[in-house]
């Protein structure tokens, strides 16, 4: 089986992007699960979304919620009364979902990558390559890769190109390489149910 028959690719120029029903900014899905089950069923969803102002984040119950800054100056959140200063690009901030939060632009309009988990169904683990990894996807998971700056290459022979914000999605076991040329999110849902 080649890589492009393991990998769904999934290219940034064909996601649609929908406004935040709060007009601060607008959301592009990269890919959730079960496919098509909204905001209000997904087990897993992880999306870029364009923060153009402040305000509150959507409250999210039950859910786990990973943040990562990758263009912009960054931002202040406040969850639940205490902030946390999101502000170096690549370094992922793991917040609940269930928490009261505040964003609070530092210098401009920003872009932000989110991985949200319904607790108690699925756990992941968000990594950041920026070097020649081999990725794993487990026989009882899901792997989804981001390129989020500058571009990568999954495979070897028969490898899928991945430019800036294009994905790949896997829950065929084994293993792949990947050589990042920027930075690559590598992200592994494990169900826990």
């Known amino acids: 089986m080649t890589t492009s028959e393991r990998f769904q690719v999934l290219r940034a120029s064909e996601r649609p992007a929908t406004a935040w029903l709060n007009g601060g900014g607008v959301t592009r899905e990269v890919a959730g699960f079960p496919a098509g089950s909204g905001l209000d069923r ?17 409250p999210f119950p039950g859910i786990d919620r990973v943040i990562t800054l990758v263009e912009g100056a960054g931002m202040a959140l406040t969850v639940d009364g205490v902030e946390q200063r999101v502000d170096t690009p690549y ?7 269930d928490a009261t939060t505040d964003c609070r632009l530092l210098a401009g309009p920003v872009v932000d990558f989110n991985v949200m988990t319904r607790r108690g169904r699925v756990e992941a683990t968000v990594d950041l390559a920026t070097a020649p990894i081999t990725v794993e996807v ?56």
């Open 91 to 97: 370094r992922p901030f793991p917040f609940s979902g």
């Open 138 to 193: 487990p026989a009882e998971g899901t792997v989804l890769l981001v390129c989020l700056a500058g571009s990568a290459v999954l495979g070897g022979t028969d490898a899928v190109e991945l430019a800036r914000y294009d994905a790949a999605l896997s829950a065929v076991p084994g293993t792949h390489g990947l050589r990042p040329d920027g930075v690559t999110a590598v992200i592994t849902f494990r169900t826990t149910r």
């Open 42 to 58: 997904f087990d897993w969803r992880v999306s870029l979304a364009d923060v153009a102002s402040a305000g509150p984040f959507s």
